[in-house]
């Protein structure tokens, strides 16, 4: 089965509203990224965070790892947020591999 | 300044003919990777590499070899292109370990008619 399932599958926001956006694992990570793919295609890493909670600007994540789950929350949603937001985990020891889920989809209106 | 970059960008092949997707990266870091994404499927790996002259199987790696002459080269190669290889393909770059992040290239999309 999937190791690595994200939900909502697609969300619509207005601006200004925040997202919390949830990612969840089948099998121990050692790591957990989370990607923003633009609606050209490019992918930027946003964070990464194998346990615990970290910040980045209006990016909070926080990963449980014995719960094996992580969500983002992004506060005051701008329009360019808009796209499609990917958690990677890497399964296992320190292989350096990571495996995607299918993302969430965002549109933020303004 | 991108730090992984792809050529080409965009490619159009013929089945049975020879494709060839090279990435660069400046990073130093020791891991590249090739993904494809698919709808449906989201990314995959194909293969990867954990340095020069090194190249392993990822999850998917039937009709496609790679190449890692360099530190910085990662090249994938489709001997046979068919028509189910048509796809986005992204390079990445990474260390191994807990905080350590991978960076993508901005992709190739690859048509085989």
């Known amino acids: 089965g999937q190791q690595v399932q994200q939900s909502p599958s697609s969300l619509v926001l207005q601006e200004g509203e925040n997202a919390e956006l949830q990612c969840n694992f089948s099998?121990?990570?050692?790591?957990l990224q989370w990607f923003y793919q633009s609606p050209g295609g490019s992918l930027v890493s946003l964070l990464s965070?194998?346990?615990g909670t970290k910040h980045t600007g209006r990016l909070t994540s926080t990963t449980v790892t014995k719960e094996r789950r992580s969500s983002l929350h992004i506060s005051s949603s701008q329009t360019t947020d808009s796209g499609t937001y990917l958690c990677?985990?890497?399964?296992?020891?320190?292989?350096?591999?990571?495996?995607f889920g299918h993302g969430t989809i965002l549109r933020v209106h303004p | 300044e991108a730090a992984v970059t792809q050529s080409p960008r965009n490619k159009v092949a013929v089945t049975g003919g020879k494709v060839t997707l090279s990435c660069n990266q400046t990073n130093n870091h020791n891991n590249m990777y090739w993904y494809r994404q698919d709808t449906g499927h989201g990314l995959r790996l194909i293969h990867y590499?954990?340095?020069?002259?090194?190249?392993e199987k990822g999850d998917i790696p039937d009709g496609y070899k790679a190449s890692r002459p360099s530190q910085e080269n990662f090249s994938l190669i489709l001997e046979l292109a068919t028509p189910s290889q048509t796809s986005v393909y992204f390079c990445a770059s990474g260390e191994t370990g807990g905080s350590y992040e991978q960076y993508f290239g901005p992709g190739t999309r690859l048509t085989v008619l």
């Open positions: 590499s954990y340095g020069a002259g090194s190249t």
């Open positions: 099998s121990t990570a050692t790591q």
């Open positions: 965070n194998p346990s």
């Open positions: 990677a985990i890497e399964p296992g020891a320190n292989t350096g591999k990571l495996t």
